[in-house]
Nanobody
């Protein structure tokens, strides 16, 4: 069992930056692919970024490429999402997720592939 807790959300002006963290407990996530998703009011939960269990592979949705960066520190059991040049349309609840399969080094963009989810952290970008 993996427990995920997000932190780092808040209110920021357009053009600003935030760094989200996702701390895992219950087991090491060295064998887990990780992902960030977000859900705006009235919308579906969308994939933002993912990282393979080794950290060698990453993937981003087009709207955040060049602005967001996903990383993980396996020694700290923590994943990060550095968000730069934030826009009002980035406003959403951000969720981290884990898919633990030590035999795969894939990145997963489909939410149904993930086994564990955090409770979410609110990010609000004002114009």
């Amino acid at each position: 069992q993996v427990s995920l807790v997000e932190s780092g959300g808040g209110l920021v002006q357009a053009g600003g930056s935030l760094r989200l963290s996702c701390a895992a407990s219950g087991r090491t996530f060295g064998g887990c692919a990780m992902g960030w998703f977000r859900q705006a009011p009235g919308k579906d939960r969308d994939f933002i970024a993912g990282i393979s269990q080794s950290g060698r592979f990453t993937s981003y949705t087009d709207s955040v490429k060049g602005r967001f960066r996903i990383s993980k520190d396996s020694a700290k059991n923590t994943m990060y999402l550095q968000m730069n040049t934030l826009k009002p349309e980035d406003t959403a609840i951000y969720y981290c997720a884990a898919k633990c399969d030590r035999f795969s080094d894939a990145v997963y963009s489909n939410s149904v592939r993930y086994d564990y989810w955090g409770q979410g952290t609110q990010v609000t970008v004002s114009s």
